[in-house]
């Protein structure tokens, strides 16, 4: 997990930092804009850590979803 995250000097762990800050932010009420691009990408890399972390805990799981 960590070298995913490391990756691409370290991107996906800023990015990631980034939605957890806008999340919070909304969530009490302070004004934060998300455009819709931004919003796709930030999914993209929410995704991303989402499928490594059922690698890690129930890898069957993406076998599975995989074939369907």
């Known amino acids: 997990m960590s070298d995913l995250l490391d990756s691409d000097d370290e991107l996906l762990k800023r990015e990631l930092a980034s939605l957890v800050d806008k999340r919070n932010k909304i969530a009490h009420g302070q004004s934060e804009g998300v455009g819709r691009r931004k ?30």
């Open 39 to 68: 919003s796709l990408v930030l999914c993209d890399y929410a995704l991303q850590v989402s499928d490594e972390i059922l690698k890690i805990i129930c890898p069957e799981t993406l076998k599975t979803s995989i074939k369907n």
